[in-house]
């Protein structure tokens, strides 16, 4: 016998989807199916039924020799590493719970860490450029019911976040928008072809790196004013037609994603985005939003606000809060060897930072703390195995609207597992205690 | 629990009637007690300081959404004012828009114990209890906003109060929320598609409801159940010149209706930072601006249903954020500074952008005469509210200062004399030159804990030393008999903004100065029972499998880790 689940939250993509059903034995201890997700939300759930899943610390010596360990010693280990570090390095925090991410930021206090999310190599140049011009957004209920006109910039949410078109943006029929797909024009900005793109009104299949220019066109577009024969490797005749198709919707929205965050111009590009739609705003109805990747990235940078009014790149090294990209941020500070030890929870900077950096966490010392064996639990001394939220254990997360919800648990952790959050706690009590605070 | 005497202070109770008074106070088990009722109390000598219960702040903007909008997206707020961890204290950082943890400390720091969150978007309840989690020590309660909440305005349009009433009971209960908040009624509806209403009768597009409607609409449904709280509006046409006729409009509203309500509130319409909406003219200019402070409280000085809350301008470089979308984006378009808005579906919308109220500009320092002046021409202390719509009109810590200009013609004319640019001008077009009034310590102690302990339907545990009440007491560095108001107006300023103690709960969390306490914070809020309602049930349920994008079951906020603390105020609303 099975019994279902329903309005499961998958911890996966930034799309936080709520509308998952996840049928389980009777006993509470094992996934059957899951439903209403897309493959890599269902994935994500299918995967901590492995039976090969690691479920006590361990650590490996200087030959990569691993060994259990209790949780005790993890505690003790990653506590004294932190107390004992001049500058430690408490990075990740995207994959978990906010409660998690609230603890993990006491600790950070009591060491005087550096607090860093994966921002840093995603939409923190988003971040900066909203400091910098602000931005207007909605919630993606406002797509659903009032949207007529949405713009795909750099990003494919097809592949990143599978269900996104179908819940929120091009399918779904809305309070004004009864037409569903019919009622919208789309617009995709991306230099290859895609199945986002493939979905398209218009696809400007813009020259790499040259988003910047392609905003500033738009700008210049709406006021009428003369543009160049082509411009980011788009005709003028194109960009004054997008630009007149983007004037006359009631209500638009520009997603936006890592082929703008990251590439040439970074931070620049999204402040001539938002600036974009800053301009659309004397005419009609328009947002802007970022495609935030992992499911509670954006809450890490709201816990963080709160508590110190900074969303990412947060320096407590000084005992009081101080922020300064490019000198806070994580591979800056590895790569200049300002850290003396490393702390991952929530993240895979093993797969997603440079070589250079990783190579600097092999050196020191170190703590992963993932339910998943990973490129950087095989670089880090410690590897702590966790139960996961969003499966095993519920809590907070921020969807890309910085909607909070909450994640539910749908099965027990196997026997004996910690959480992150209660991890985190004994972590903190610990390094208290050797600080002496 | 700690028994506490404190002795020998100059009492304000406007509750008791006690007007400086040397008397002893006492607390045990964490509430105001008789002090024959003490066995070992640790003694707390008062002699010449003031006593008071803790302040309650009516209305300000704290937790939530908005708010960390306004500090992830000015680093700039916390520029060389941040301050290390220090004994049980945590770090802090933040000026207008500070940190929880700052908000929490200054806000004992002044002597508050109570504060009410002012807007929460419904859909985004769990940020705002998350953040009042994360404040330390001050009790808090939040209101949801309405005013432009799609249910509300369809059962309105059909004159369905019983409808509009249920709906609004289950959303308290699954949001946690307080009461009913009304922001730019109607107008934020509209700005969905850019537009607004400015009038109380411009009709809300589609929807074909007008502002006075849903205000009468709310107010109605209030009653109806019964709210320890009552309707609290911000009103159409914030901050434009020529609105006070709008506001008046809108205060009409209240006509012909009465309070009902266990909670001992008599009152039926609370219009939130009135000097936003108290301006004549027709420009920001010194040629086209005027205050119209006095014509409005002709108007207020005459009902016995309305509480305001003053909302002065302070001077500072600060950051506005308002549910007033429309509102933001007009005042973006006026400074040319960073402008964020949230559109948020079926409900509201948010804007905030930094605003600096330049001294040396004519329209701020006009702007700071209409708060003070709304203040100076009240006549019931009981129904005006000290606030500056923080961080609107500047940040809470400030409300000392607006203290001190209340009590102080002397330091109001060293404003219109040396801080301020245009001072004639503002004497020219503006009241405050006229007025001498200076209001005292027991009408001080009316604005700041009495008056909105009352209106808020906390009069039985807030706002007073009365035995029962809760153990807040808080005791500022200001001997009534020594200081001088006219002379020395910075006295007066200095002393309320640091609190010599404050006992919250029972607990002493400031002592000499000093934050000794992370307290023991409850999130106050309402849980009203009504009759079964199975149309709104049903509405509800097609509402969420429409048109919101999160399911029902996922829209509730429970659990422990959101409202560690709650102090639940029931309401039966079956009958
Ligand atoms: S779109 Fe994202 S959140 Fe939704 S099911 Fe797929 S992975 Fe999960
Ligand atoms: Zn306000």
Redesign the pocket.
Known sequence: MAKLVTDVV????????DD?EVSVTDDGKKILDVY???????E?FLHSQASDRITRPRMQDEDGNWKDVSYDEAVEYTAKILADAKKPLMYGWSSTNCESQAVGTQIGEVTGAIMDNTATVCHGTTLIAVQDVGIPSCTLGEVVNRADRIVFWGCNPAHA????MS?YSIYPRGFFTGKGQKSRKLVVIDPRCTDTSKLADYHLQIEQGRDYELFDAFRVAFKGEKLPDTVAGIPKKTIYEVAETMKSGRFGIIFFGMGVTQSLSKNHNIDAAISVTRDLNDYSKWSIMPMRGH?NVTGSGEVWGWLHGFPFALDLSRGFARYNPGDTTSNDLLRRDEVDAVFVLGSDPGAHFPFGSVKKIWGLPSVCIDPHITPTSAVCKLHVPVAFVGVETGGCAYRMDNVPIECRKVVEPPEGMLTDEEFLKKVLTRVKELKGA | MAEYLIRNGFVYDPVLGIDGDKKDIAVKDGKIVETTALSKPTEINAAGMTVMAAGVDVHAHVAGPKVCVGRNFRPEDKLFNSTPQAGIKRMEGGFSVPTTLRTGYNYARMGYGFVMEAAMPPLFARHVHEEIRDTPIIDEAALPVFGNNWFVLEYLKNKEIENTAAYIAWLLRVTKGFGIKNVNPGGTEAWGWGMNCETVNDVVPYFEITPAEIIRGLIEANEYLGLPHCMHVHGNSLGEPGNYTVTLDTLKQAEGYTAKNDFGRDTVLHHTHLQFHSYGGTSYSSKGFESKSKEVMDYVNKQDNITFDLGVVTLDETTTMTADGPFEHHLSHMNHLKWANVDVELETAAGVVPFIYNPKSYIAGAQWAVGIELGLYAKDMMKTYITTDHPNAGPFTRYPRVIKWLMSRAAREHMLEKELKYGDSIRNTCYIGEIDRELTLFEIAQMTRAGPAKVLGLSHMFGSLRPGCEGDVAIYPYNPEAIDPSRDPELIERAFSTAQYLIKGGEMVVKEGDIVSNGSKRTFWVDCTTSENPQVQRDISEKFKRYYSVTEANYEVSGHHYVPNPYVIEVDASQ
């Open positions: 998958c911890p996966f993509c930034g799309t936080l989807c998952l209403n997700a897309c493959a890599i939300g269902a994500k976040h599978p269900r996104h819940r499911y």
